[in-house]
């Protein structure tokens, strides 16, 4: 039963990454730029997080 | 006769506007009440005891913020009828979406965590054992949900964001400084003190608590789900303006009272205040604990469907309140899942619930910038908006508010990880 129902999320997934495999917006220079600086910002937050996991491990 | 006539040509108008207002009203106040939920009514509360009436004028400012926010998910839902999550995974591709949906799901999940210790601790001042109150909500929400209609189910939110108001009697009743409290509301100043690195953390933490991810979330699936229709705009708009207009007046409230009753203790959350209130006038500790109660319930319904609608529409679930059960299996199965699991952690013996509570400032961080630069892009995108989509003059309001509160909630995030940067 349990593989079943992950079986069938897993299929669910795949479906919903085809559906929106790609973005329908208007890829303009200011939605270009938004997302880069968002994806920046995040990785910087990622960044931020580890080193504060690593230091409470240090400690 | 032709004056009296015209009266009543004028009532009757008037009366067919209220009752218009009354049918399209909802979202806009149930998602701004619930604004004030567990952790925004303890913030005004400490910010009550710590800095007085002094800022007032400054949550008076926050009203306007929440509004502009808010109602781009008014238009943005009335006009697509998609829900946020879906416009992120349509717009933006399955990775944003997928990012964002994971992301909500968890923050929803910490947050509700925080209001079911919001409401065990309001109703245990009353002796009422957390596992009845947590046992309570659940039967409460789940009532909600299962009658089968958005309406019903809206309506009775409705009367849960009137008892949000009890605050304001409870100010009353205790006969404030209205002079001084008129002086905090309408001339900004800083308190005794200046400006410190406490007062900072502090004015982050009410900016913090203004605009919340799974607000923007909430609201747009609300106007979809009530079925709004571009025709309806204006009215959404006004709910909306109706709503923050009573978010910042039980936020004063709530400072009122502590500035006037508490004022320089050392408060950490609204519970604290209450049994304190409870030693000088019993009736306000009393409604504060009953408010706070409220707070949290109202935050968790909210909460707790904005993560179901999320899964339900990206997933392609039946996920409409009008729904019954057998029609909507997975939405429901989904609402009471998320619902009995943040419930159950507050049971536990000795859960790391203040590291929750941390948690849920930092998971936020990560999803709010987000949340709100897609809600700018997607209101700019002339192809779905047409002529809805942001002015000018809207997006220069927007995007100074979205930059301003992205800058705060950061600092804010940051210094939850690292509190002696700030001092605070």
Same mark, same amino acid.
């Given at each position: ?21 790609? &973005? ?5 220079? &200011? ?29 | 006769?032709?004056? $009296? ?17 009354? $049918?399209?009203? @909802? ?10 939920? =567990?952790? @925004?009514?303890?913030? !005004? ?14 949550? /008076? ?16 839902? #009335? ?5 946020? #999550?879906?416009?992120?995974? +349509? ?29 065990? =601790? ?56 209205? +002079?001084?409290?008129?002086? %905090? ?57 109706? @709503? ?25 959350? =609204? ?7 409870? %030693? ?5 500790? #009393? ?17 707790? $469907? ?5 899964? %339900? ?13 057998? *029609? ?41 910038? =987000? ?10 995108? *002339? *192809?779905?908006? @047409? ?13 100074? /508010?979205?930059?301003?509160? /992205?800058?705060?909630?950061?600092? !804010? ?12």
């Amino acid at each position: 039963m349990i593989i079943d129902f992950l079986r069938s999320t897993v299929t669910a997934v795949k479906g919903i990454n085809q559906k929106y495999a790609i &973005p329908h917006i208007k890829m303009t220079g &200011p939605v270009r730029f938004s997302l880069g600086v968002l994806r920046f910002y995040l990785l910087l937050l990622v960044a931020i997080m580890v080193y504060k996991f690593v230091t409470l491990l240090g400690k | 006769m032709n004056i $009296l006539s015209k009266l009543y040509y004028r009532y009757k108008k008037i009366l067919k506007t209220m009752r218009l207002y009354l $049918l399209i009203a @909802g979202p806009g106040i149930i998602v701004m009440v619930a604004d004030n939920d =567990a952790g @925004g009514i303890t913030t !005004y509360t400490v910010t009550g005891a710590q800095t007085g009436f002094y800022l007032i004028w400054f949550l /008076i400012l926050l009203g306007p913020v929440a509004y502009y926010v808010q109602e781009m998910t008014v238009r943005l839902g #009335a006009v697509t009828k998609r829900g946020h #999550a879906e416009a992120i995974f +349509h717009s933006f591709g399955a990775f944003w979406g997928w990012f964002s949906l994971l992301d909500l799901v968890l923050v929803d999940w910490l947050t509700m965590i925080t209001e079911f210790v919001g409401m065990t =601790a309001a109703l245990s001042i009353f002796g009422v054992p957390p596992f009845v109150t947590v046992v309570l909500t659940w039967i409460l929400m789940g009532t909600m949900v299962l009658q089968g209609r958005y309406w019903t189910w809206e309506k009775i939110a409705l009367i849960f964001c009137a008892l949000n108001l009890i605050y304001i009697p409870a100010a009353f009743m205790i006969n404030p400084p209205v +002079h001084q409290i008129l002086h %905090g509301s309408f001339i900004p100043q800083l308190p005794p003190g200046g400006f410190t690195n406490a007062l900072f953390f502090l004015l982050m933490a009410n900016i913090g608590t203004t605009i919340a991810p799974w607000m923007v979330f909430f609201q747009q699936n609300a106007v979809v789900d009530k079925g709004m229709q571009e025709k309806d705009m204006l009215w959404g708009k006004i709910d909306t303006a109706v @709503g923050s207009f009573l978010t910042v007046v039980v936020a004063a409230g709530c400072i009122i009272l502590t500035g006037t009753l508490l004022p320089g203790q050392n408060i950490n959350d =609204a519970a604290t205040a209450a049994i304190r209130f409870m %030693g000088i006038n019993k009736y306000v500790g #009393a409604f504060l604990a009953i408010g706070l109660f409220d707070a949290g319930f109202l935050g968790a319904i909210c909460i707790s $469907l904005a993560s179901s609608w999320a899964f %339900g529409e990206v997933f392609g679930w039946a996920h409409s309140l009008n729904h019954k059960l057998k *029609e909507a299996p997975w939405f429901y199965a989904y609402y009471f899942f998320d619902l009995l699991l943040a419930g159950t952690v507050v049971l536990i013996p000795r859960a790391p619930l203040v590291l929750i509570t941390l948690f849920v400032q930092v998971i936020a961080v990560t999803l709010l910038p =987000a949340t709100l630069v897609f809600l700018i892009l997607l209101l700019n995108n *002339e *192809e779905t908006m @047409g002529e809805y989509k942001n002015t000018r003059f809207q997006n220069i309001v927007n995007i100074g /508010i979205v930059a301003l509160i /992205i800058v705060v909630s950061t600092l !804010y995030g940051i210094s939850a990880l690292f509190p002696k940067i700030l001092g605070a």
